[in-house]
């Protein structure tokens, strides 16, 4: 009996340690789940020095002290409440897998339109409320419909999921991330500078400019509009409206270029290669 006693709590802390590890840790049951197994293990422990107790009384056949009792309690306790446990946990996991499914771009597994809206609003207004900085990136893929029509949609789908993981890659753990439909992507630096956020810009314009893709005839280029979060636009569709101003310059001046928003003053502009000067209105160019 101690040597069973010893292997169950073994097993037991086992499940504790995966159950302590585990990925989903939103899950509400998973609490409740660990602290019980924790107490089958304590219970499990407490009773090996009750071994010649337990089994002298059952030789003798006495009947069964208050601490067998209390013992065969707790395992009739644990398998029920284990039970109902696992099935909530299961039950969450499956409803946990299907909200990020809907807030996963199938394709490219970076957070979708809706998701995007949804964490960068918030994200959003915890800068304000830090008094930090904070940079959109409006991404849109030239002549992508080109690609699709020359090389097929295989291929376009290629291109979709190389550029996502250049930026996905290049960003930190506190930056949002996301494709907004199509060719077009969002990025929101968190605590980031104009400044910094056209170095990032330039860098990933450049990097994505560089790749290679097998069957295209010409390599696709990026289209970048920067807009800096301030008093006059604290809400994310209206810095979307300010980048989505600079992403129409960027196209309309040829492609491939990074555009800041109106108005920018940043000190090193110039030596990054970027016209900062206030754009004309535009009807949108295709593309």
């Given amino acids: 009996m101690a040597l069973v006693s010893a292997i169950l709590a073994g097993y037991a802390l086992l499940s504790a340690r995966e159950l302590w590890h585990a990925r989903d840790r939103e899950l509400i049951s998973r609490r409740p789940t660990l ?45 029920f409440c284990l039970l109902f446990l696992r099935v909530a946990m299961t039950k ?45 990136l409006l991404f849109d893929l030239d002549r992508f419909k080109e690609v699709n029509d020359t ?27 996301g494709r907004l439909g199509g060719e077009e992507f969002a990025c929101l630096l968190a605590d980031a500078s104009m400044t910094e956020a056209l170095r990032i810009s330039e860098r990933l314009r450049r990097d994505f400019e560089a790749m290679r893709f097998a069957g295209l005839a010409l390599n696709p280029t990026v289209s970048i509009g920067v807009a800096m979060a301030n008093d006059a636009g604290r809400s994310l569709p209206a810095l979307l409206a300010n980048a989505d101003r600079a992403l129409y310059r ?18 090193d502009a110039p030596r990054l290669g970027i016209d900062i000067e206030c754009p004309t209105l535009m009807t949108p160019i295709a593309g």
């Fill in 35 to 79: 602290a019980l197994v924790l107490i089958h293990t304590c219970f499990l422990l407490a009773r090996i020095p009750f071994v010649s107790t337990l089994t002298s009384s059952l030789a003798a056949g006495r009947p069964q002290s208050l601490v067998a009792s209390v013992m065969a309690f707790e395992a009739l306790f644990l398998t």
């Fill in 92 to 136: 969450e996991r499956t409803e946990l897998a299907q909200r990020r499914a809907a807030l996963t771009d199938a394709l490219t597994g970076i957070p979708n339109r809706r998701a995007f809206f949804d964490r960068g609003a918030s994200l959003l207004q915890q800068t304000f409320v830090e008094r930090r900085p904070a940079t959109l």
């Fill in 151 to 177: 090389a097929g949609h295989q291929a376009g789908d290629r291109v979709l999921k190389a550029f996502s993981d250049l930026v996905a890659g290049a960003l930190r753990p506190s930056d949002l991330f």
């Fill in 250 to 267: 960027a196209k309309a001046d040829g492609r491939n270029r990074v555009a800041p928003a109106p108005p920018v003053l940043v000190r």
